[in-house]
């Protein structure tokens, strides 16, 4: 299954994609930062960010779109710009038919480290471990969008990576998830790591309610 995980921003919007087996083994395909300049036209840099995804999904052929949710933040123009690369992603994989998962920040740090606190130096070093990478991706969004599109993968209900069926719509949209799914064969108990991800996210959440995107 080829994942594609975008951390939206307008300055700096990164893309990371992803092959998971099966057995959640996840393998790097490509990893990119899609850049504008903040002295351009607002709409121009939309226009920018839109041309490069499209060009990215049709290129690389992703089954699912992972994206961060955004969040409430002090300083609206960030925020809002955000949300709009994030409307550009979700138009783009719905012209598709692909479906997109979002994920809060917390979820992701707990997926890929087992603690949804952790800084970014921690978030990038698990993402080369898991990837088998010699060196961190750089910029820290590089390595965010690859952390996502792991996140989104190793939250799948299980048999989803191998069948191709696109996960419930309450997996897809983030939230806790249940420590089994359902399949042909009856509720199945969930893998390790999805069982380590829970735990996290919800310990994350009990201490500390997330209020921003993985970027400070």
């Given at each position: 299954m080829r994942i594609l995980g975008?951390?939206?921003?307008?300055?700096?919007?990164?893309?990371?994609?992803?092959?998971?087996?099966?057995?959640?083994?996840?393998t790097l395909v490509h990893v990119t930062v899609i850049r504008t300049a903040p002295g351009?036209?607002?709409e121009s840099r939309l226009l920018a960010i839109s041309t490069a995804m499209d060009s990215l999904l049709d290129e690389y052929r992703p089954?699912?779109?992972?994206?961060?949710?955004?969040?409430a933040d002090t300083n609206v123009s960030t925020?809002?710009?955000t949300a709009q690369v994030s409307g550009i992603a979700m138009v783009a994989a719905a012209r598709r038919g692909l479906p997109v998962g979002m994920h809060t920040p917390t979820?992701?740090?707990?997926?890929?480290?087992?603690?949804?606190?952790?800084?970014?130096k921690q978030v990038g070093a698990m993402v080369a471990?898991?990837?088998?990478?010699?060196?961190?991706?750089?910029?820290?969004?590089?390595?965010?969008?690859?952390?996502?599109?792991?996140c989104h993968a190793w939250r799948s209900p299980l048999g989803a990576l191998a069948s191709?069926?696109?996960?419930?719509?309450?997996?897809?949209?983030?939230?806790?998830?249940?420590?089994?799914?359902?399949?042909?064969?009856?509720?199945?108990?969930?893998?390790?790591?999805?069982?380590?991800?829970?735990?996290?996210?919800?310990?994350a959440k009990a201490?500390?309610?997330?209020?921003?995107?993985?970027r400070r």
């Open positions: 975008i951390d939206p921003g307008l300055t700096r919007c990164g893309v990371g994609i992803v092959d998971v087996s099966e057995s959640r083994r996840a351009t036209l607002h089954a699912r779109v992972a994206l961060e949710r955004v969040f925020v809002m710009g979820e992701v740090k707990a997926a890929v480290t087992g603690y949804g606190q952790a800084d970014k471990k898991i990837l088998r990478l010699e060196a961190v991706p750089k910029p820290a969004d590089a390595a965010d969008a690859l952390a996502l599109a792991i191709g069926t696109p996960p419930a719509a309450g997996d897809l949209h983030g939230g806790a998830s249940p420590r089994t799914a359902a399949g042909s064969g009856g509720v199945r108990a969930l893998t390790g790591a999805q069982a380590a991800w829970f735990a996290a996210e919800q310990a201490a500390s309610p997330e209020r921003r995107g993985l």
